[in-house]
């Protein structure tokens, strides 16, 4: 007869947002598996009142807000962040449409994965499915990156390719590209909890992990 293997104990992660939280809910549906091994200890945002921070309730997840106009320089907020995240003491952190550069405070101390709707290093940046069309590309999709000091400059660690139509419009796009973005998310911060992926390095000197 065979032992069972005793249930290892979740990986704790803190996930920011800073819109509808599409990518988080993802997320949260996985999360509620045993078997993902994957616990989401708190989400935080850049500002109050998002559908994001709502979603985090809806499932009983603690929420927090740090906001960059309540702190008198930008450094003092990527202070501030990193000791809010620091509060629940997360294995990694995941950017899921937090759209504001995270500084060397928040870098320093945790690997943060990041989602983005293009096939990077094509299209970095907050309009990456409008610049997409605007440049007539006729295949873009999302990749899951490790964050770094620069704007979508991290290493790639999954891709997903989505073709455009002639007829695409921006909304078409991205909810095509939201379709494979939101499985890949889960994937990679389901095996990366598990201990089933290894994340490439940044800058040379290896992610920075707690």
């Not at 996930?15 to 939280?21: A, I």
């Not at 809806?58 to 702190?71: N, S, Y």
């Not at 590209?177 to 939101?182: M, Q, R």
């Given at each position: ?36 091994g994957v616990r989401i200890l708190a ?30 320089t930008r450094a003092e907020w990527d ?132």
């Open positions: 007869m065979t032992t069972p293997t005793p249930p290892t104990e979740p990986t704790g992660i803190v996930v920011l947002v800073s819109g509808s939280g599409t990518n988080l809910q993802a997320l949260i549906d996985a999360a509620a598996d045993p078997a993902y989400v935080g945002a850049d500002r109050a009142g998002i559908t994001g921070l709502h979603r985090a309730a809806a499932a009983g997840i603690p929420t927090f807000v740090c906001r960059v106009a309540d702190f008198v202070a501030g962040l990193a000791s809010r995240i620091d509060d629940h003491a997360p294995a990694f952190v995941v950017s899921a449409g937090f759209m504001k550069l995270l500084g060397p405070e928040v870098l320093g101390r945790w690997t943060v994965i990041n989602t983005h709707p293009a096939l990077l290093p094509s299209f970095p940046g907050a309009h990456a499915v409008r610049d997409a069309l605007a440049a007539g590309a006729t295949e873009t999709g999302c990749t899951v990156h490790v964050v770094d000091s620069g704007v979508d400059t991290g290493p790639v660690i999954a891709q997903a390719r989505v073709a455009v139509e002639q007829d695409d419009t921006e909304d078409s796009l991205h909810d095509r590209i939201k379709a494979l973005e939101h499985p890949l998310l889960v994937q990679v911060v389901g095996e990366v909890a598990r201990g089933e992926r290894s994340l490439p390095t940044v800058d040379g000197t290896g992610p920075q992990g707690r």
